[in-house]
T-cell receptor, first 112, second 113 residues
């Protein structure tokens, strides 16, 4: 069964460094998403992406964040200058249509 | 804004016990409601959904009914198994492609034999 793949599963970085989290969505899906979950808190929406542009973003998704679909298969989330409070589990998701999201197993980002 | 509130966990049950995980929501309009499940080491998976008032979603023995009058979507299962141990997330959607799912905090269920 097709699945969403995220790499790496764990990422440790120093505060102020740039990180890129990678996702390979399911191949025939059209909508792509990033969510995050800070330990003990809700799963929070960051951004959705359709037709090579952002379709919706939350207040969390500020200028430090960017997304890209560089080669038609990968979907990346870049954090330009990480802060301690960016430590979280980051989930990528894709969907063929509204609401039917398929999630990856997540990347645990630790900012030291 | 839209939000979802779930009961705090963890929930610890013995095998074959009855499960209820409460979920209430706040939303404008008529959202769709979901339960997602996350097994250890895996991503979130859609468990069941309901798209309008009084709809009942069901899957793998789990059920939830969309109650508009109480703005609730409680998850139930009559007899849990050890393999049901996971984190359960209630969520809502504004029914537009590419828009956000709004999640609750998640409730951890632990079932022992």
């Amino acid at each position: 069964e097709p699945e969403v793949t995220q790499t790496p599963s764990h990422q440790v970085t120093q505060m102020g460094q740039e990180v890129i989290l990678r996702c390979v969505p399911i191949s025939n899906h059209l909508y792509f998403y990033w969510y995050r979950q800070i330990l003990g808190q809700k799963v929070e929406f960051l951004v959705s992406f359709y037709n090579n542009e952002i379709s919706e973003k939350s207040e969390i998704f500020d200028d430090q964040f960017s997304v890209e679909r560089p080669d038609g298969s990968n979907f990346t989330l870049k954090i330009r200058s990480t802060k301690l409070e960016d430590s979280a589990m980051y989930f990528c998701a894709s969907s063929p249509e509204a609401e039917k999201l398929f999630f990856g197993s997540g990347t645990q980002l630790s900012v030291l | 804004g839209d939000s979802v509130t779930q009961m705090e966990g963890p929930v610890t049950l013995s095998e074959e016990a009855f499960l209820t995980i409460n979920c209430t929501y706040t939303a404008t309009g008529y959202p769709s409601l979901f339960w997602y499940v996350q097994y250890p080491g895996e991503g979130l998976q859609l468990l069941l959904k309901a798209t309008k008032a009084d709809d009942k979603g069901s899957n793998k023995g789990f059920e939830a009914t969309y109650r508009k009058e109480t703005t609730s979507f409680h998850l139930e299962k009559g007899s849990v198994q050890v393999s049901d141990s996971a984190v359960y997330f209630c969520a809502l959607s504004r029914n537009q492609a590419g828009t956000a799912l709004i999640f609750g905090k998640g409730t951890t269920l632990s079932v022992s034999s």
